[in-house]
């Protein structure tokens, strides 16, 4: 079964850029929507994103003007960036198959933003 | 603010039934989606298109779904229901943008 993991930088200073990857195993990132979602310590669910494996994507309207997700198919991965960063931005950050239904996720990988 | 609305929190006593409603305007028109998540691990899907159960979830776990409103119950709750859990669907713009809920913490007393 396809299983997705993160990785990247747990810490990023402000104003910098937040650089995330999810490398999917167990099945290809062919012919499927994946996305990226973040929850803040303490708080709910917020969707940021999603790419298509042709690499068509769509945003949240909210981080839209900070947000790019790729894809890189050679490698089974998708990645996510976030530009100009601030203490908001700390969250626990998730990949996850879809959207429309989110499944699987991958374990969520904590980003703290702070010099 | 987010489109979607929960309750908090909720309390159901073991071996009971429980209710959980998400409200917004979206949903007459797209399908709902419902997560568990405990604490510190990833969210889970427990329901999707409004009603269909992901193979491995128990039956006890059931959605439906009546005007702008979408329910996710637990009809016989044990102790590792307790959870939060968040609704998501479709916002109203539009356009291919997903929104999840508020989120409710049930907790089995």
């Known amino acids: 079964q396809v299983q997705l993991q993160e990785s990247g930088p747990g810490l990023v200073k402000p104003s910098e850029t937040l650089s995330l990857t999810c490398t999917v195993s167990?099945?290809?990132?062919?012919?499927?929507?994946w996305s990226w979602i973040r929850q803040p310590p303490g708080k709910g669910l917020e969707w940021i994103g999603y790419?298509?494996?042709?690499?068509?994507?769509n945003y949240n309207p909210s981080l839209k003007s900070r947000v790019t997700i790729s894809v890189d198919t050679s490698k089974n991965q998708f990645s996510l960036r976030l530009s100009s960063v601030t203490a908001a931005d700390t969250a626990v950050y998730y990949c996850?198959?879809?959207?429309?239904?989110?499944?699987?996720w991958g374990q969520g990988t904590l980003v703290t933003v702070s010099s | 603010s987010s489109e979607l609305t929960q309750d908090p929190a909720v309390s159901v006593a073991l071996g009971q039934t429980v209710r959980i409603t998400c409200q917004g305007d979206?949903?007459?028109?797209?399908?709902a989606s419902w997560y568990q998540q405990k604490p510190g691990q990833a969210p889970l899907l427990v329901i999707y298109?409004?009603?269909i159960r992901p193979s491995g979830i128990p039956d006890r776990f059931s959605g439906s779904t009546s005007g702008n409103t979408a329910s996710l119950t637990i009809t016989g709750a044990q102790a590792e229901d307790e959870a939060d859990y968040y609704c998501?669907?479709?916002?109203?713009?539009?356009?291919?943008?997903?929104?999840f809920g508020t989120g409710t913490k049930v907790t089995v007393l």
């Open positions: 996850a198959k879809g959207p429309a239904m989110f499944d699987p």
């Open positions: 167990g099945g290809s990132i062919g012919y499927d929507f």
């Open positions: 790419i298509y494996y042709s690499g068509s994507s």
């Open positions: 979206s949903l007459r028109s797209y399908y």
């Open positions: 298109d409004n009603e």
């Open positions: 998501n669907s479709r916002d109203n713009s539009g356009f291919p943008n997903y929104v």
